[in-house]
């Protein structure tokens, strides 16, 4: 979670079901590039800052 937000408000701003948001969260979903500047305009982040993150991930 980013900011205090829950998956199912965020599932919502993006208008997809929490099930959807949960499966992008841990990865298991791919995210299009759409989907990934909607989500850092949600959490009022870069996407690069998203796209970091998620390397910073991988990289562990």
Known sequence: ????????YLA?????SQNAYSKI????????LERLFVISFVLEVNPADLI?????ELIR
């Open 25 to 32: 969260e841990l990865g298991y979903s791919k995210v299009t």
């Open 52 to 56: 970091s993150m998620e390397t910073d």
């Open 12 to 16: 919502a701003k993006l208008n997809i």
């Open 1 to 8: 979670e980013h900011r205090d937000y829950t998956q199912d």
